[in-house]
């Protein structure tokens, strides 16, 4: 299994500002997941991050907005930027470990509320 | 768009009682995954069936699978409080992807 550490997990934003978002895997992994999960509603996946080489975004999200570094095979970033409301959701960072690759270990989700 | 549909969206019962969750999608899978989530914080893996595979047990948990009606059930037995929680499938599409899409979740509230 992977334990995964996501901060922060919440925060309050105005409108215009960026937040980044920060997870640690407790081991090495090769794909790390960005899901947007808006109020009431299910996972949405932003992109897919492979270490070394850009992310993968889904259609509607673009790196402008959600630009996502990996560093290295245990730590990845998401940044929310130029903020609004609409931007109001709980963010989650997953990856699929090792010896497990079909299911993904999930972080605990960032709330960001955006004023 | 999401490939899995849960229904009921939401589903409250009495300590003791079991809870069954259906979840429908449209494309062929190679499997399909069952999570739950607190309190909306993180979600956690519960069970993965396979598509060659018919059922699934793991503890109080009983997952089936009929590809030709591209449906799911998951069946929680003797339910507690603490299973209160929502409940998504997932599903893992043939092709090679590695992504999962996730369905809308059906809400369970296990009263004591």
Redesign the interface.
Known sequence: SAV?S?KPSRDICQRGTSLTIQCQVDSQVT?M?W?R?QPG?????IA?ANQGSEATYESGFVIDKFPISRPNLTFSTLTVSNMSPEDSS?Y?C?A?SGTAV????????T?LSVL | S?QGEEDPQALSIQEGENATMNCSYKTSI??L?W?RQNS??????LI?IRSNEREKHSGRLRVTLDTSKKSSSLLITASRAADTASY?C?T?TQGGS????????TKLTVNP
């Open positions: 995964i996501q794909m997941f899901y999960q509603q299910s996972l949405t996946l897919t709980i989650l997953s699929k079909e299911k993904l270990f999930f972080g605990s989700g709330q | 999401q190679n499997n995954q999570y909306g914080r993180g979600l956690v893996h993965l998504f997932a893992g590695e992504k999962l899409v996730f369905g809308k979740g």
